[in-house]
């Protein structure tokens, strides 16, 4: 049975993405107490104060899916040193309108990966900065970049290292006890 549903948001649009790849692999070996669903972003609109008085369908569908989730895994590519500008307008439609932060304390972990040597590592830690902002409970440690990952990371998920797989094990470990922590904590507040 599973205890608690993570939502993923892949920060990447593209067909052959590495980043949705890698939220695949988290979903393939995710511990049996998770239960990890990736939300598509593609439709939200960008991000516009005007269509807040009659939201979109697509930021409600967003809206619905962060109220019935327990916690939050983002997955980015990088950029320019910084993450993905989709992951960032999904962000700020959780954050809105004002006054309603859907993301108030919901226990988060970011992940990255890139066909390069540094594996995400800017993009994780200028999402970081983000994710404090509004409020999301971050979890620290372990981090997670995936360098070389076009050699990793398979079509629905596999990943064909050892070292990866272990990787992802101790992170799911780790967040397993972040989100239990963090979401009763926040609900005794």
């Known amino acids: 049975m599973k205890l608690f549903n993570v939502i993923a948001f892949s920060g990447s649009l593209r067909k052959e993405s590495y980043t949705t790849k890698l939220v695949k692999a988290f979903q393939k070996y995710a511990p049996a107490s998770i239960a990890l669903n990736m ?10 104060q005007d269509l807040e008085a009659d939201l979109p369908q697509s930021v409600k569908d967003l809206h619905e899916a962060i109220r019935k989730a327990d916690a939050v895994l983002f997955a980015t590519p990088e950029y320019n040193r910084s993450y993905s500008p989709v992951v960032k307008n999904a962000i700020d439609w959780g954050s809105r309108p004002q006054g309603n932060n859907l993301w108030d304390g919901k226990p988060a972990a970011v992940i990255g990966c890139s066909p390069y040597s540094l594996g995400g590592f800017g993009a994780v830690n200028h999402l970081r900065q983000v994710m404090m902002y509004v409020n999301l409970a971050p979890m620290q440690q372990p981090e997670f970049y995936l360098s070389g990952a076009a050699e990793v990371l398979g079509e629905g998920g596999e990943v064909s290292d050892e070292e990866t797989k ?4 101790e ?15 926040h609900a005794e507040s």
Do not use: T, V
Request: hydrophobic share 50%; proline share 3%; no cysteine.
């Open 166 to 169: 272990k990787h992802i094990a």
């Open 171 to 185: 992170f799911w470990k780790a967040f397993d006890i972040w989100i239990k922590k963090n979401k009763y904590a």
């Open 39 to 48: 939300i598509d972003i593609s439709d939200l609109p960008f991000i516009n």
